[in-house]
């Protein structure tokens, strides 16, 4: 009776060991059969003399980001909220890259007087601005408003990025050739919006929240596009799914199971960061204005991004937002 109970449990172990062994090669072999179509940005193009500034380049794809510009010889800023982290940041950069010219500078795109501030310091200390990245996003589960009443995902995602961006037009202006790149998400094609109303939280759930403000993102970068003086290269983007503390917030069942999803499938922090150093470094882009890239291809935005009233009607309310507060 016991021998047979262990030829059981053997065939079990063995079984169980067989299928663990299968499944695991069945997404390591996934995994390989993606890698070709992540994209990877393969532009030899040097950096030296220019400035980029970087939102959100304290961690994950910004900090990659960063890196890579500082790499390629840039005066690297990282602009960000939190200093503590954002110090390890920049020595952690400069160590890896030998590139001391990198520092960092507070800024809370929550808060619009501190957004001014920064810009107005920026302006002062700085000559030129030859690529400025809007990367910083919060994907928080936590619902709120700004000091102003509006909608603080929205304010973090995009009224704060588009009010940095009008007050350093000046700058991108000068350094022409410059560049524009907004991170934006593939998840904007889920959203729909009433321009007139982007600053009123709406009672809906996170995904569509936060995909509202990225479906902003990708409007803004069309317009702001055909707004600029000719020289000034704007783009949106996604990044891909990629590992990084964007999802901290998240329940933890719900995080556990997306990091593994995505550390079988999707892309780390450097891999998410390889379309946006595209976009800023590729000499094809020059004749690209006004797009949207993934896996540094030029693709088709969400057929909501062709309706020119729609980007217009958002330029002219957001313009009335930053005038108004
Ligand atoms: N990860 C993905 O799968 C994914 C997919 C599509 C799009 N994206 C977009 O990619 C961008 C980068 O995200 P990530 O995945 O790299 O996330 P992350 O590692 O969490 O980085 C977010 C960055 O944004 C900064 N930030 C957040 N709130 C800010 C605020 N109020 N003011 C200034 N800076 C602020 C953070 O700085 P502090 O730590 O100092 O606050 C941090 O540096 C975001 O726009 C996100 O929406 C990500």
């Known amino acids: 009776m016991s021998s047979i109970l262990l030829i059981t449990l053997i065939v079990i172990t063995k079984c169980t060991a067989c299928i663990l062994a299968i499944i695991f090669a069945f997404f390591l072999l996934l995994r390989l059969w993606v890698e070709p179509f992540k994209g990877r940005c393969k532009c030899k193009t040097k950096l030296h003399g220019k400035v980029a500034l970087i939102t959100g380049g304290n961690s994950g794809i910004g900090f990659e980001t960063a890196k890579d510009l500082a790499k390629r010889g840039a005066r690297v800023i990282i602009a960000s909220r939190n200093d503590e982290k954002s110090a390890k940041a920049v020595e952690s950069i400069k160590k890896e890259t030998g590139n001391h010219n990198v520092e960092y500078r507070q800024l809370n795109l929550e808060k619009l007087n501190n957004i001014r501030e920064f810009a107005k310091k920026f302006n002062n200390d700085f000559d030129r601005l030859d690529i400025l990245v809007n990367n910083a996003g919060c994907g928080e589960f936590g619902k709120g408003n700004t000091e102003h009443g509006i909608d603080l995902l929205m304010q973090i995602n995009y009224v704060g990025p588009f009010l940095l961006t009008h007050l350093l037009l000046d700058k991108l202006i000068i350094s022409k050739p410059s560049r524009i790149v907004i991170v934006s998400s593939y998840l904007h094609a889920y959203a729909n919006i009433i ?25 803004w970068a069309k317009e702001l596009a055909k707004r600029v003086p000719e020289g000034i290269i704007v783009n949106a983007l996604h990044p891909g799914l990629v590992m990084t503390n964007i999802f901290d917030t998240f329940n933890p069942v719900i995080r556990y199971l997306l990091y593994f999803i995505i550390y079988i499938l999707f892309k780390t922090a450097e891999e998410g960061a390889q379309t946006i150093i595209h976009l800023c470094v590729s000499p094809d882009s020059v004749n690209w204005t006004g797009g949207y890239y993934q896996n540094c291809k030029k693709v088709q935005p969400s057929k909501k991004v062709e309706n020119s009233d729609l980007a217009r009607r958002l330029w002219d309310e957001s313009i009335s937002i930053i005038n108004k507060y």
């Open 195 to 219: 321009p007139e109303e982007i600053t009123v939280a709406k009672p809906v759930n996170f995904y569509t929240r936060y995909a509202r403000t990225k479906l902003c993102n990708v409007l």
